[in-house]
T-cell receptor, first 114, second 111 residues
Framework: DAGVTQSPTHLIKTRGQQVTLRCSPKSGHDTVSWYQQALGQGPQFIFQYYEEEERQRGNFPDRFSGHQFPNYSSELNVNALLLGDSALYLC?????????????FGSGTRLTVV | QKEVEQDPGPLSVPEGAIVSLNCTYSNSAFQYFMWYRQYSRKGPELLMYTYSSGNKEDGRFTAQVDKSSKYISLFIRDSQPSDSATYLCAMSSNTGNQFYFGTGTSLTVIP
């Protein structure tokens, strides 16, 4: 049973560029959440998608946007990259009936902005 | 003030020791409390989940929640070198979907 799959594993981008990160949720999960984890910090909530709509959003600027597809996979897009966007981006999936303890994280995409 | 405060450590203990990890929080709406373990270059892995106040035990791990003091703890008995990782506390409100994480405590168990 595959868990949460994220791609790519690592990415280097130049300041001002745009980036798209991808996530495939665990089989049977229909809700996808994205988190940003800066070095030495805990994950910070970006947003959550359910039924192809953004259900909740954390304190991140509009440069961060997302999408969920009918197969429940999701993308995170970041425009106009800043050096401070360098972080590990984590995708977590869950099912509706086990939202709190069925949260499964992927291994993340490490984004470096230079 | 941060929603969740956690001592980042690092914490270094000999094999077999009892480890105590703690978090404090400020939001009285938090009802769900979790502990995650994160190995280097990996995503967080759920260790323990507790609803409201009380204790929960799972093998060598015990989670405690004291809502009156807004304080949660994770105890690891008979610690093993394989327990060496960063431990993150996380919490959420009854109706919210957002998890609030601590900064994580780095633990090293020395053989």
């Amino acid at each position: 049973d595959a868990g949460v799959t994220q791609s790519p594993t690592h990415l280097i981008k130049t300041r001002g560029q745009q980036v798209t990160l991808r996530c495939s949720p665990k089989s049977g999960h229909d809700t996808v959440s994205w988190y940003q984890q800066a070095l030495g910090q805990g994950p910070q909530f970006i947003f959550q998608y359910y039924e192809e709509e953004e259900r909740q959003r954390g304190n991140f600027p509009d440069r961060f946007s997302g999408h969920q597809f009918p197969n429940y996979s999701s993308e995170l897009n970041v425009n106009a990259l800043l050096l401070g966007d360098s972080a590990l981006y984590l995708c977590a999936s869950s099912g509706r009936t086990h939202l709190y303890y069925g949260y499964t994280f992927g291994s993340g995409t490490r984004l470096t902005v230079v | 003030q941060k929603e969740v405060e956690q001592d980042p450590g690092p914490l270094s203990v000999p094999e077999g020791a009892i480890v105590s990890l703690n978090c404090t929080y400020s939001n009285s709406a938090f009802q769900y409390f979790m502990w995650y373990r994160q190995y280097s270059r990996k995503g967080p892995e759920l260790l323990m989940y507790t609803y409201s106040s009380g204790n929960k035990e799972d093998g060598r791990f015990t989670a405690q929640v004291d809502k009156s003091s807004k304080y949660i703890s994770l105890f690891i008995r008979d610690s093993q070198p394989s327990d060496s990782a960063t431990y993150l506390c996380a919490m959420s409100s009854n109706t919210g979907n957002q998890f609030y994480f601590g900064t994580g405590t780095s633990l090293t168990v020395i053989p």
